[in-house]
């Protein structure tokens, strides 16, 4: 005869269960997943839960749009992405966002299925070392071995990727321990730092007292109110403002302060201004590799400033003369506050600084070879664009012209991978479609970053997510055969790509599918695409020899 269950058994339920309801405790809206046998309990528990169970075709793929969902979502800064995967080839697949994630400073919680406790170390079916492999590129990496720790672990998951430097958590979960009865009762989120009373004094003064003062902003967690605070402020004290690199949505376009961005494709006058300058304020971002062309205009020698959350400044090269721990938002707030400085004579340097990012972000022909003018193409999709529309891409040289001629005029509408990898802007799209169902979603996929997860297209063409994708077509790995025409002249190997018909390929989903091979042509393509209120690709042929914008070359 079978022992009375006790009161707390009684009113358990399984551990998979009970991460679903924390999830749901701490305000998740969405999880992005591959489904696997490894976590069947936690996919019972989202079947009447209020959180959108988005089934993705691979876990890189869900592990991207769990990176836009932490960058982008309503509750940016707040919360992280959630996405799901299973043991072994579903988690190797997804450690390529998990590296974007860490290198990007974007939250995220990854959950990922494992083989049960009792057939660990015996080289079981798909067995692998969560802890080994994901360690180095996490900000910690929990496998609930207690099913009464389910509700905790999931709290501390969540606040541990959006509290400090922002990043990506791992809790892996043993096959047979969510299925055990969790008696502990759900957990209250953890509260995240409130930096009221923020004094911006340590870093307003010595930008005051300097003569070519310069402001450099990034990171995914200004809200809309900080960048207002933020425009306002830099307008008032005449500051030239850069932004990291992929985070030009930062400040309005629009500001008399926005003199461009660093990074990758940005301006020569962009890299002169920071070099040149005698105080910088990194505001939500640090002194990088990227940001500084591989550390070439270093820190040291001028005064140095930096506002965020991270008390480590992982990252940060050079020195570092005043740290104030606060949020980015807060500090707008103060120091458009402040009092303005008397004497502003930085106010030229920073005219001057505009007008050279305008004429840099002036299309110009892209020479003359054959097929598609992005850059007339693109200033073409900036005049269409509304003020609210999401832009994604990944890596490759397609990105240049985006990043270059695309206008943003208020933060969360750019989704780019700050590391480099290629295939986050399919899948980025379809996550901002999901999370902006009423806003245009345009993504500028190049023909080799496009096939990495063009899969994903099956996601939004079954939510029918608003979307609009222009695939470059220049038959080839353009980046990488650039860096070998520089290194090896005349040496070309291993870069070329036999593509399909894009166009068919989307037709297939049912989107809309359209080609172009002239620029008038992609131009009607592109008023067709956007009239159209549903999925729709533009298959775009440029020439090959065409490396970036022509003013780059």
Known sequence: MSSPATSAQRNSRSAGHAIVAQLQAQGIQRAYLVPGESFLDVLDGLHESSIEAVVCRQEGGAGFMALAEGRIGPARGALPGVAMVTRGPGAANAMIAVHTAYQDATPMVLFIGLIPMRDRDRESFQEFDPKAWFG????????????????????????????????????????????????????????????????????????????????????????????????????AWQ??????????????????????????????????????????????????????????????????????TDPDLLGHDGNVDAHLLGGINEFAAAAAAAEVPRQRPWAARTAQARAAQAQFATPRPDGPGWGVDLGALMEDCAQRLPEDAVITYGAGNHALWAQRYL???????????????????????????????????????????????????????????RLCVLVVDNSQYGTIREHQERHYPGRVSGTGLSNPDFAMYARSFGALGLSAATTSEAIEAVAEAFAYDALSLIHLRVDPDLAGPAAMR
């Open 136 to 235: 180095s590129t996490t900000k910690r990496v929990w496998v609930l071995d207690d099913p009464d720790q389910a509700p905790s672990v999931v709290r501390d998951a969540c606040h541990l990727a959006v509290s400090g430097r922002p990043g990506p958590v791992v809790v892996a979960l043993p096959e047979d321990v969510l299925v055990q009865p969790c008696t502990a009762p759900p957990a209250a989120p953890r509260a995240l730092p409130t930096w009221s009373g923020l004094d911006p004094a340590p870093v307003l003064h010595p930008l005051a007292s300097a003569t070519a003062p310069l402001v450099v902003v990034g990171g995914d967690r200004i809200s809309a109110a900080g960048a207002r605070d933020l425009a306002r402020w830099a307008q």
């Open 239 to 308: 500051l030239p403002v850069l932004s990291d690199w992929r985070t030009q949505d930062m400040l309005d376009h629009d500001s008399p302060s926005w003199c461009g961005f660093l990074g990758y494709g940005g301006s020569p006058a962009a890299a002169e201004l920071l070099r040149s300058a005698d105080a910088v304020l990194f505001l939500g971002c640090l002194n990088t590799d990227v940001l500084s062309s591989g550390y070439t205009p270093g820190a040291d020698g001028r005064w140095v400033g930096v506002v965020g």
């Open 407 to 465: 206008v943003h005029h208020r933060p969360g509408t750019l989704v780019a991978p700050r590391n480099g990898a290629m295939g986050v802007g399919i899948p980025a799209a379809v996550a901002a479609g999901l999370i902006h169902p009423g806003r245009r979603v345009l993504s500028v996929a190049g023909d080799g970053c496009f096939l990495m997860n063009a899969q994903e297209l099956a996601v939004a063409a079954a939510a029918g997510v």
